[in-house]
């Protein structure tokens, strides 16, 4: 498929290394190329354009920004970029802002997925990933041979099925549907736990898995 | 051990017959020990009393009422009661006045185990079992033969140990220690995601497995 990975942090590198690995054509967004390229001399040679041109190009869109800039970086991609598209959130709204561990500003009543989808209504947002370091989000057989759980919901049925099926390319083994977006709010609230499970562990490399 | 379970709810219940199962010596504390034996006749013959009663006799008293209630039975109970005492503390602080799924009335930068705390700062509370329905709280073997986690945190690491040994002695197998108190605040934030949970498959017989 043709993928646009947006943000070049950690996990949208990640993320668009191992969709490119997994088969698909990937083109990764960013606000300025030429000032990404100095901060990442990494991504040289990679197929790295301005957001809009982007998330044009994507049949899917992945958002790796991070919370706080999402919705920012999401607006300048534009809205008529997105119009359709299966838009896979895989943020978390941290706020960082008082130290570690950090708080989310957003959660209970409401979650960042939600607030994408609402601004962005043409879009299929579903969310998943969120629970998991971005090295387990790519190659999650790397922890416990994949026997663990990776979430994804969403209001848009097909688009679930489309993300699962990137998910599964991934390797992933164990993918749950939670429903609909609005339980966003569960995923987006098991960060707090997390973030604490990484400061006992000093290292991101655990997850869940649902025993049922 | 003299254990109190304060609350003569589903948990409870439920803990108090298994503590009694394993061994240790146990009260049921309740506001009104008559009206109780009227809602619960199942209490005939078990050790009702009420709560400053039943916290005074406990080494160890586990709140189980739910989290709305949690603060006025402990102050029934008496400070001078939870002196010292191992406070075990499994509820949660959900708010069911919107209906389902409940949200949550305090979270993020504080939690109902860290109020407990302060209320009652001479007792020496543990967070523990408030990730799991009662029966697996009771008996985690039958679900996957006890291959999932239960997570303790509290400040008092004496304490701490206390309440692992009786959580070993219900069957537990996986007992993660996630440090201080403050911690609280990441189990009870996984409450939104374990009621949806519950709401996908109309039954409470699953849990986490912190895979690491």
């Known amino acids: 498929m ?10 949208g590198r990640m993320l668009a290394g191992r969709f490119s690995e997994t088969g698909h054509e990937v083109v990764i967004g960013t606000r300025d190329v030429e000032k990404t390229l100095l901060r990442e001399p990494g991504l040289q040679g990679r197929d790295l354009k301005p957001l809009p041109e982007a998330a044009a190009f994507g049949e899917v869109v992945v958002n790796a920004y991070g919370g706080t800039g999402t919705l920012e970086a999401l607006r300048e991609a534009g809205a008529a ?10 943020s978390n709204p941290l706020d960082h802002s008082q130290g570690f561990p950090p708080t989310l500003f957003v959660k209970d009543t409401d979650s960042l997925a939600e607030q994408i989808q609402r601004e962005f209504p043409a879009a299929r947002v579903v969310k998943t990933l969120n629970t998991v370091n971005n090295t387990l989000m790519a190659y999650p057989r790397q922890l416990a041979d994949g ?30 549907d939670l429903g609909p977006l609005a339980n966003a709010r569960g995923l987006e609230m ?13 290292h991101p490399n655990f997850t869940f898995k649902l025993v049922r």
């Open 81 to 90: 970029n997105l119009d359709g598209k299966v838009l896979v959130d895989v």
């Open 147 to 176: 026997d663990h759980t990776v979430f994804v919901c969403g209001d848009d049925d097909v688009a679930k099925s489309v993300v699962s099926g990137l998910l599964l390319g991934f390797g992933w083994k164990d993918i749950f």
């Open 2 to 11: 043709r993928i646009a990975v947006l943000g070049t942090g950690e996990v």
């Open 190 to 202: 098991m960060l707090p736990l997390w973030v604490r499970l990484y400061g006992a562990f000093g």
